[in-house]
């Protein structure tokens, strides 16, 4: 059974960091590309960050490059999500996804992340 279980979201001052975590499990985790999506209130789910199989790539959406960074551990099988910098415009929830090598796509239930002062 595939399971993304998100971590590590809350509520944090402009300007702030967040590491957001996903612990994925079965299927073959260092095959896998490994993704971050964000889906704020009445819009779309929109890519944020992407690492490609065996974490050799990585590319981010426009809006968040150099201030997040996605890294992953493949002997523990997780993901991560490195917020710095954090602006109000990045509240929303944000959703794990994984990609199998047989390109099945599996989601986690999503973790809220609140920007406010």
């Known amino acids: 059974q595939v399971q993304l279980v998100e971590s590590g979201g809350g509520l944090v001052q402009p300007g702030g960091s967040l590491r957001l975590s996903c612990a994925a499990s079965?299927?073959?985790?260092?095959?896998?590309?490994m993704s971050w999506y964000r889906q704020a209130p009445g819009k779309e789910r929109d890519f944020v960050a992407g690492s490609f199989r065996a974490g050799a790539k990585t590319n981010y959406a426009a809006s968040v490059k150099g201030r997040f960074t996605i890294s992953r551990d493949n002997a523990k099988n997780e993901v991560y999500l490195q917020m710095n910098g954090l602006e109000a415009e990045d509240t929303a929830v944000y959703y794990c996804?994984?990609?199998?090598?047989?390109?099945?796509?599996?989601w986690g239930q999503g973790t809220q992340v609140t920007v406010a002062s």
């Open positions: 079965g299927f073959t985790f260092s095959r896998a590309a």
């Open positions: 996804n994984g990609q199998s090598e047989d390109d099945y796509d599996y």
